[in-house]
């Protein structure tokens, strides 16, 4: 088991950047590979991206690509999420999200332990 506690979200102006943390609860956190997805409202939940449980390997959705970089610390237990450059459709809630079996997946249906998210919102 491991709890996921999200921080970092607030409001922000097109074309700045926030840093998105989440926090996992127990020993094991570098044994689960770890996600961010997000839902605006309105839309169904997707894929944002995704680190290895080493974190040598990342993933991001096209339309993040070149302005979010993922991140982890095992040491701290702890995976980021660095927003720049962003766009009012960037505006969402944010979950952090852990697996236990797939690495690096795209598909929320994957991940079995979800944080309560954290709200980003971006004015034009």
């Known amino acids: 088991q491991v709890q996921l506690v999200e921080s970092g979200g607030g409001l922000v102006q097109a074309g700045g950047s926030l840093r998105l943390s989440c926090a996992a609860s127990g020993r094991t956190f570098g044994r689960y590979a770890m996600g961010w997805f997000r839902q605006a409202p309105g839309k169904e939940r997707e894929f944002v991206a995704a680190v290895t449980w080493s974190g040598a390997n990342t993933y991001y959705a096209d339309s993040v690509k070149g302005r979010f970089t993922i991140s982890r610390d095992n040491a701290k237990n702890t995976v980021y999420l660095q927003m720049d450059s962003l766009k009012p459709e960037d505006t969402a809630i944010y979950y952090c999200?852990?697996?236990?079996?797939?690495?690096?997946?795209?598909?929320?249906?994957?991940?079995?332990?979800w944080g309560q998210g954290t709200q980003v919102t971006v004015s034009s």
């Open positions: 999200a852990a697996s236990t079996y797939y690495s690096g997946s795209t598909n929320s249906h994957d991940y079995n332990y």
